[in-house]
């Protein structure tokens, strides 16, 4: 058997793994949201902790499927946030704290993350974007600032992370863009219940549909990006090569500059 094809059957198995744990979090993500639906708790507590590490093992082994390794903070980030999602079903203020923190961690992963890719390279549409999230999140701390009590300074922090999220996800794509938005607004939803306001209809389901369907987007879009960025170099790498292979064709063949020939001595 050659390289090649121990190369492309160990490939073939990653991505038939990839493709299986992306099974495994489409599955897990339905059946906590039906369980949601159906008011089943001990369900949801069940699944939510799976969630976020499926979708990292899934994002891994997606990323050695292509030949190529992950992003480093992308696991990190997602593996917190299942810390996360862990200490917020405690139910208990130091839990959600430490929830917070556990979040607010994944959040400097993924910002990290966007930057280094030249998330904010596009310096006018970076501004523009963050002018936009600026604004909505002036709008939504003030709205929200009368009723959170004790964790006004907290949240109000929390915020501006999740909103550099969100600005810098925009930086990659319109996936990871829509990812950092749905981030934005399911950890709103979860502040208007910290303030005690109404809640709107399946409040909690929209919460956790807005919020996977938003890491599914970061993780995806980020994938996506490492393999069109590759393709890009790749194409400019041939071309590179092409042009400096054509320039030597010439100059073997005679077609590249003239050289300068002595003058022919003249008769008489």
């Known amino acids: ?13 990653r991505l038939r793994s990839a493709a299986g744990l992306l099974g495994g979090f489409a599955a897990a993500s339905a059946t906590h949201l039906g369980a949601i639906a159906s008011g089943a708790s001990v369900l949801q507590n069940a699944t939510k902790p799976a969630l976020m590490p499926l979708l990292a093992a899934h994002s891994v082994a997606a990323a050695a499927g292509a030949g190529r390794r992950a992003p ?24 959600f704290l430490a929830g917070m923190g556990s979040f607010a961690a994944a959040h400097i992963c993924y ?10 390279t596009d310096r006018r549409r970076a501004l523009v974007v963050a002018a936009a999230y600026a604004t909505a999140w002036v709008a939504m701390v003030g709205q929200l600032w009368p009723d959170l009590g004790d964790l006004r300074i907290p949240v109000a922090g929390y915020s501006l992370l999740l ?30 219940q910290l303030a005690k306001w109404r809640e709107l209809p399946g409040h909690q389901f929209w919460i956790m549909a807005t919020y996977v ?20 170099l790749g194409h400019e790498h041939e071309l590179g090569h092409e042009h400096k292979h054509g320039h030597g064709h010439e100059h073997k063949h005679g077609h590249g500059p003239q050289q300068q020939r002595k003058p022919a001595p003249q008769a008489g």
């Open 111 to 120: 910002v990290t993350m966007f930057v280094r890719r030249g998330a904010l």
């Open 1 to 13: 058997m050659s390289i090649r094809t121990t190369t492309r059957a160990v490939l073939g198995g």
């Open 163 to 192: 909103a550099s999220t969100a600005v810098t996800s925009a930086g990659l794509g319109w996936r990871t863009g829509l990812g950092g938005a749905l981030f934005l607004l399911s950890d709103t939803l979860i502040a208007t």
């Open 72 to 95: 480093k903070p992308l696991a990190p980030a997602l593996l917190l946030s299942a810390g996360g999602d862990v200490l917020l079903q405690l139910k208990n203020d130091t839990a």
């Open 213 to 232: 369907l938003a890491q599914y987007l970061l993780a995806s879009g980020t994938l996506r990006h490492e393999h069109e960025h590759e393709h890009e």
